[in-house]
T-cell receptor, first 113, second 113 residues
Framework: SAVISQKPSRDICQRGTSLTIQCQVD?????MFWYRQQPGQSLTLIAT?????????ESGFVIDKFPISRPNLTFSTLTVSNMSPEDSSIYLC??????????FGSGTRLTVV | TQLLEQSPQFLSIQEGENLTVYCNSS?????LQWYRQEPGEGPVLLVT?????EVKKLKRLTFQFGDARKDSSLHITAAQTGDTGLYLC?????????????FGAGTQVVVTP
């Protein structure tokens, strides 16, 4: 299965600033996904990162707040913009491995102060 | 949105005991996956089940997919401290077998010596 390198692993940011999270995959994949996992909760899909086109956002998430780039089939970034303490969470990227499920990055633990 | 309900939310047992985690929905899924997540890591896929009534075994873990493909269970025999983690079920929609997944809220399992 694919191996995903996600960074940074954690960060503490001031409110009002932005943080860009990167995910690098060791093989070409068609679909990459970005999730948010709030403390003690399950995963919520933010958006699907599509190569060569704009990301597809889920209800409650907008491009201005979470801009996503997907310049090629092995790389994607998620930016958390104009952060507030409510954005404190773990952010995870993942890739689909066919019917064998998803492979996840190790996550970025974000704390906004 | 297809909702997956997991129960129990939290389970604390001693080493050597058995446990079962349930995942239920009113919707049919084309596939259902189980993941385990440890602190500071992304979820790791344990198994994928795709056929109604299917039973899969992974060492001490037994996974079952309901006949109607609406529910699943995970049974751990003779639990070990290494089984501690957040167990997540995730379902793929009937028309999108490997795209977006719907995650359950998770079951936190703690196995004590």
């Amino acid at each position: 299965s694919a191996v995903i390198s996600q960074k940074p692993s954690r960060d503490i940011c001031q409110r009002g600033t932005s943080l860009t999270i990167q995910c690098q995959v060791d093989s070409q994949v068609t679909m990459m996904f970005w999730y948010r996992q709030q403390p003690g909760q399950s995963l919520t899909l933010i958006a699907t990162a599509n190569q060569g086109s704009e990301a597809t956002y889920e209800s409650g998430f907008v491009i201005d707040k979470f801009p996503i780039s997907r310049p090629n089939l092995t790389f994607s970034t998620l930016t958390v913009s104009n952060m507030s303490p409510e954005d404190s969470s773990i952010y995870l990227c993942s890739v689909a491995q066919g019917k064998n499920g998803y492979t996840f990055g190790s996550g970025t633990r974000l704390t906004v102060v | 949105t297809q909702l997956l309900e997991q129960s129990p939310q939290f389970l604390s047992i001693q080493e050597g005991e058995n446990l079962t985690v349930y995942c239920n929905s009113s919707s049919v899924f084309s596939s259902l996956q189980w993941y385990r997540q440890e602190p500071g890591e992304g979820p790791v896929l344990l198994v994928t089940v795709v056929t109604g009534g299917e039973v899969k075994k992974l060492k001490r873990l037994t996974f079952q997919f309901g006949d109607a493909r609406k529910d699943s269970s995970l049974h751990i025999t003779a639990a070990q401290t290494g089984d501690t983690g957040l167990y997540l079920c995730a379902g793929g929609a009937t028309t999108d077998s490997w795209g977006k997944l719907q995650f359950g809220a998770g079951t936190q399992v703690v196995v004590t010596p």
